[in-house]
Antibody
């Protein structure tokens, strides 16, 4: 059974750096074609893909946010970390981590998400 | 970046009736399209991938079709648990992977 869960601060101040951790089980990120992405959803809005890290450590970023994002993995701990710098109130959203695998790039398993509020 | 345009924004349907949600890509994406269902306070759940393949455990009343730029998700005989928001997502041209703005299927 594949599970993912996001953790991190629920509240950050403007200009601060956000660090989110995705802890997963039921698969390994060292397995061929396994990938983990971060996706966010502002309140009552659509989904926005942010970043992805692959089994071979390839990393992909949203072009509009790439200057602020860093994604990394710790395969031994089954964790993926997302760092987002210079947080703004417009970054208030529910942040999800999600898995994709195989030859497809859709998201077959998701964490429950965590709401991050940016406010002073 | 590929833009995904969903319609309608809201669909009012009576239980037992069918509902069709449309999604158009700004350029051809073949069959590299997925549909997700999201209920309040929950993460999205994949329903369809490859434009028409149901994900594991998805009821047969959910069906997807389309190729190229135009796609649709049909829910036949709506059940109470089907009232939710539905998103399409393209995975043909990336990054970024992009989603539609969502269609809320509500009870009439």
């Amino acid at each position: 059974q594949v599970t993912l869960k996001e953790s991190g601060p629920a509240l950050v101040k403007p200009t601060q750096t956000l660090t989110l951790t995705c802890t997963f089980s039921g698969f390994s990120l060292s397995t061929y074609r396994m990938r983990v992405s971060w996706i966010r959803q502002p309140p009552n809005q659509t989904l926005e893909w942010l970043a992805r890290i692959d089994w071979d450590n390839d990393q992909f970023y949203s072009p509009s946010l790439r200057d602020r994002l860093t994604i990394s993995k710790d395969t031994s701990k089954n964790q993926v970390v997302l760092i987002m710098t210079n947080m703004d109130p417009e970054d208030t959203a529910t942040y999800f981590c999600a898995r994709s695998g195989g030859p497809w790039n859709y998201f077959d398993s998701w964490g429950p998400g965590m709401l991050v509020t940016v406010s002073s | 970046e590929i833009t995904m345009t969903q319609s309608p924004a809201t669909l009012s349907v009576s239980p037992g009736q069918s509902a069709t949600v449309s999604c158009r890509a700004s350029q051809s994406i073949g069959t590299n399209l997925a549909w997700y269902q999201q209920k309040p306070g929950q993460a999205p759940r994949v329903l369809i991938y490859g434009a028409s393949t149901r994900a594991t455990g998805v009821p047969v009343r959910f069906s997807g079709s389309g190729y190229g730029r135009d796609f649709s998700l049909t829910i036949s005989s709506l059940q109470s648990e089907d009232f939710a928001v539905y998103f399409c997502q393209q995975y043909n041209d990336w990054p970024p992977w992009t989603f539609g703005r969502g269609t809320k299927v509500e009870m009439k």
